[in-house]
């Protein structure tokens, strides 16, 4: 999760735009592709779909998180949690688990909480075994 992101201008966005101009058109066939299926699934379903998954994630996040949602990374204790801070970026938010789960629950929480890159080393040895790099 990141911090509230700050209002661009107009020409600031048309120059974003323009120098992602590949990940724009990629964005824009991906959204006229999921609003195509979305659809045919039917809108109303998925709004019933999707707001039971929020009702769920809220569960969970109430189950596991200390505070129930995003943290700044530095109110998470070292590990593998704290999520990376790039530098001269903007600051990274992160989830810190409640304490007193157990075993079963810590390591169900940790996964649903995992940063990206984390998230991403743990899905690369799932699929590849860890012989990839």
Not at 11 to 33: K, M, P
Request: proline share 8%; aromatic share 8%.
């Amino acid at each position: 999760s990141r911090g509230r992101p700050s209002r661009l201008t107009p020409e600031q966005v048309r120059r974003l735009r323009a120098w992602n101009s590949l990940d724009w058109a990629l964005y824009s066939h991906f959204n006229r592709t999921f609003w195509r299926q979305a659809e045919e699934f039917g809108l109303e379903r998925l709004r019933r779909e999707a707001a039971e998954l929020r009702r769920r994630r809220e569960e969970l996040a109430g189950k596991c998180l200390r505070g129930g949602g995003p943290v700044p990374a530095q109110s998470i204790p070292p590990g593998s949690l704290r999520p990376f801070q790039p530098p001269g970026g903007g600051k990274i938010l992160g989830f810190a688990l409640k304490e007193g789960l157990g075993a079963e629950e810590r390591e169900r929480c940790g996964r649903m909480a995992l940063p990206e890159l984390p998230y991403k080393d743990l899905l690369e040895r799932r699929q590849f075994g860890g012989k990839n790099g």
